[in-house]
């Protein structure tokens, strides 16, 4: 208690003031000017001072005051209102209209127990009334046409509510440099036409509401940002929620190097909470829903929060940062979870998304249907969430880059149907520890993504692009590039998939992994204008899907003369699918022909038809697969399957000389028969003729051997020579010849013609 010489009774600060006859207003006034302020210094304001509904146009300044009981202002009109380094158990200003500032300066705010007045007081339970607030500093529809400056001030209501100023109207701004409130500061629906700045405060209310700011409205900004003013640094510090759904900022928001904690797995901030909806989020450090500001908002630098931080539907004129920013939330032990660190859903921001150096220790980060005005950057961000969905942006649009680089990242990637307007880039980006599940597991979902210009898992210096489950890139497309050079790539247990990109679209597409994958790779159906490999592709451990895939040409071409090129494509095509498939065999060959070469398109295909024969054995029993394989054999030999057509005539000419040649050597042993010749058969020159009147016909071997070979046409040799023992067999073999010949000539051409065709 101070020492009784300092005692003032309010009631006789008051009573000059109120009855202005008795000149007592003058002992106020500063002597020097003619200024309407009522200074009060060091002094003990006993009793209470009860100005409400009072109408005057004075200025209160208390200075190094205490007072016993709350000052009382409420629907009173005054000029101004100070307290500066004085000691309150509260203020009433309810419906206060004060023409200039009210200011609260390095003062403290204690409500003290023991009273049940229902205003800046502690209330027992069974004295409280409906729509009787309990609050230390209640300034509930106020109208304040300068600022309210509450610097340094100490406002203790562990019990009840620091601040109610629900709809105050503030003219100038909001002012709480290193304001320290123990309780709820209540302000919905205030509005302000400056900035509200918080910069360096401390508000404590763990178990709600630290600030409920629903509806605000500021002119300028919302600034929660580090206090450097003085030898100290002072960061932003709450501990509680942070409630600011629906609030409209005119300028920025500001939390760089703010300390945000609301309590986890403790009781639940808002009863209205406890439902089974999954999109929840129960213990948010910030609730910031349909949000609207025309500047940043930073969360930036530093910023430590434990809870969720929840903009949904929010609007954003400006950027949002997370730079260097740090948001842990405890892992949901069983579904729906509710451990979100990070939940955007639906939100627009038309500036950059910038999150470099972001780390999440625990808990997603949620994006779904977000729009982004500029670029996604978050480079060696750091987001942890072992077998869950770490990233989750699916629907998400971006009008410039995604920018996901050099980043460690335990759990799923998804951006499943994202549209980028630029490139999609995870250079040097590691993604492991996947969610599993039964059909599938990949690290990195991006299926049905769409990029106006290229899609890039590479690598980025010495660190390479790793998707410990493997990637899936199913329906995705790049109006440029997709790229996989020096990419590492595993598959998940069960599915075994290294790189899903079945209906892949892409100007050029490269497939150049530093090692091969560990699992089968899918490109069915999947198009591509230029494509590049290397060996280590063509290496994956369970095969490639190739059915449907189309590409117009290699990166790096097969030279005419290139043979060993053409073998080693065929044979890598060969050794990667499971099982004879015809269509990557005509594909390379179309692709081949298109540029020219031919004679390697050729060979393609007869290789193909190899293939494709000894495929057909080996689905048959021994008897038939050994047709097969002759029938095989024979058209390999002869026509090259129809893509060798020199290989006949070959062996026409082969077979011409030799038969030329035999029965040319050759002797007829009807010669020297004379009751063979004399009685049936003329001797002409070396032979006999079997009809007398072909006595006119010349022995000419080699056309007898070309009619022999050639069915169908007679060149007038064929059955007219007489012919019996060895020389019968040998023309009957050569006859035989023709027509195996023919057939598998035949055979092959016709099957050119529709491939051709």
Known sequence: MPDVRYHLPAADLVRPLLEPGSGGLRRWRRQSTNAPIVPVENAYITGKLDLRGADLDFLFRFENCRFEFPPDVREAKLLGLVFRRCWLPGLRARNLRSRNDVRLIRSVVQPMPGTNEGETAVQREDSRERGIVDAALNLTDAVIEGSVVLTRTVIDSVHGRAIQADRLKISGAFLAYRLRADGEVRVPGMWTGGNVNLSGAVLRNPKGFALDGNGLYVGGSLLCDVDNFGSKRQPFNARGVLHLPSARVNGDIVFRGADLRSPQRGPIAVNAWESSDPYVDPWPALVADRLRVDGNVELSDGLAAVGTLRMLNARIGGTLRLARARITVPRGPIEPYYDRALHLDGSEISGDFEATGLRVPSGQVRMADVSIGGNLLAARAHLQHAERDVLSARRMKVAGNLHLTNCSIEGTLRLQGTDVGGSVELFGTEVVQPMRRPQTSFSVDLRTVKAGRNISLTFSNDRSFRA??????????????????????????????????????????????????????????????????????????????????????????????????????????????????????????????????????????????????????????????????????????????????????????????????????????????????ANALLKIGARCVVNSQDSGMEWNPIWYTADLLVPIVDFGNKGRWYMHGWDKWVSDGFVAMGWILATTVAAGAGRMIRRDG
């Open 468 to 677: 410990e489950g493997g990637v899936n890139m199913d329906g995705a497309s790049a109006a440029r590039r997709i790229d996989l050079s020096g990419a590492v790539l595993g598959s998940g247990a069960g599915h075994d998939i290294a790189l899903n990109a079945s209906d892949l679209e892409a100007d050029e597409l490269v497939l150049n992994p530093s090692v091969p994958p560990q699992g089968r790779i899918l490109l069915r159906h999947a198009h591509c204008r230029s494509l590049e490999d290397n060996d280590a592709f063509w290496e994956t451990e369970r095969g490639i899907d190739l059915e449907g895939f189309r590409y117009d040409a290699l990166r790096h071409p097969i030279g005419l003369e290139n043979d060993r090129a053409v073998d080693k494509r065929i044979s890598q095509l060969r050794e990667a699918m499971p099982g004879y498939r015809p269509g990557p065999y005509d594909q390379l060959a179309a692709m081949l022909r298109t540029s020219g070469n031919e004679e390697h398109a050729d060979t393609v295909l007869f290789r193909k038809q190899q293939y494709r024969y000894e495929a057909l054995a080996a689905g048959y029993g021994l008897f038939r697969a050994m047709g097969i394989r002759v029938w095989s054999r024979l058209q390999r030999w002869m026509v090259g399957y129809g893509y060798r057509p020199v290989r006949a005539l070959g062996w026409l000419i082969g077979l011409l000389v030799a038969g030329s040649m035999y029965f040319w050597l050759g002797h007829d042993s009807c010669l020297e028969d004379t009751q063979t010749g």
